[in-house]
């Protein structure tokens, strides 16, 4: 018969090694960030089992301790100390645990003060900001039409298949919003088909009725008013001529959020370069969004595929 002399008490008897493996997996817990898991309770299972312990009772009890909210190690000690017992956890384990409970209270009191004065802080320097973008308002207009590069033409000396990540809009614009408007395919695709007729046509007050008032994204500008992104394609259709173009309407994708449509298509378009009569067939990959009025607010494309197919005297 196993000697259990030197077994404990709590009206169960276990051993010093059950013991001993039930505080080190606590400290493994509260002290190191481990979790309970299914290995922890497996073993735990396996040790409780083979020393007649009823191991659901004693995995209930665990739990119970190791969930209690980190108040009740300092505020509630009778409580703890019962439960502990129940739990075979010794006083050692259990004063560690009370002392990192405390000190990560007094550190989220020190914590909670840092934030009072980081958030005094921050509104001091919005209303900073605030006060200067408010002297700036009146030279925005400028600055942004210097930002675009009108000598960068993205159909010349591109490597393709570069991919660009459309980001969600989370702006609305200046008009009237149509509440719970929501576009079908249909109707998307024949906004898009507009785009593309206005923009190859050079039609552009009709493309102007198709954006927003500013555009999210517009390539790498952000926040950009439409009329400097009509600008910068009167600009690039100077140099420009489309001979044809068409939309692959099998990969129209598009996915909405918050009224918004997020699409993306790609199509080809053969392009004449004015000023040597090079000839060009692009395959692009467009990424657009609708806004909840039916409008174009943000607006990236990228070059799939690039082939010269002549070139005439000019």
Known sequence: ???????????????????????????????????????????????SEAEGVNFIELENNLNLFLELPSETFISNMNLINRIANLCYINKNTLK???????REKKSKGKNLYSYIFIGIGLLFI?????VFQQQKEQTI????????????????????????????VTETSNSDIIENSKLNREEIISIIESYCDHIFNNRWDELSNIYALKLDT????????????????????????????????????????????????EMN????????????????KTYMTIDENGKISSLNEIILDKDKIKYVDS
């Open 141 to 168: 207009f400028e600055e942004t039409e210097e930002m675009i590069d009108t000598s960068y033409d993205p159909y010349e000396n591109v490597e393709t298949n570069t991919e660009v990540t459309q980001e969600p």
């Open 96 to 102: 560690a645990i009370v002392e990192k409970k405390s």
């Open 269 to 284: 378009f053969t392009k004449r370069k004015i000023s040597d009569g090079t000839i060009f067939i692009f395959t692009i």
């Open 218 to 265: 517009f390539f790498h500008l952000r926040n950009i008013d439409k009329s400097l992104v009509i600008n910068d394609h009167k600009k690039h259709f100077e140099r420009w001529e489309v001979l044809d173009w068409k939309i692959n309407n099998n990969t129209v994708s598009i996915s909405r959020a918050n009224f918004y449509n997020f699409i993306q298509f």
């Open 126 to 130: 919005i209303s900073i900001v605030l």
């Open 1 to 47: 018969m196993q000697d259990k002399s030197s077994y404990s008490n709590n009206n169960l008897l276990i051993s010093e090694g059950l013991k001993n493996y039930i505080n080190a997996m606590v400290e493994e817990i509260l002290l190191k960030g481990e979790t309970f898991d299914d290995q922890k309770k497996k073993w735990l299972r396996k040790y």
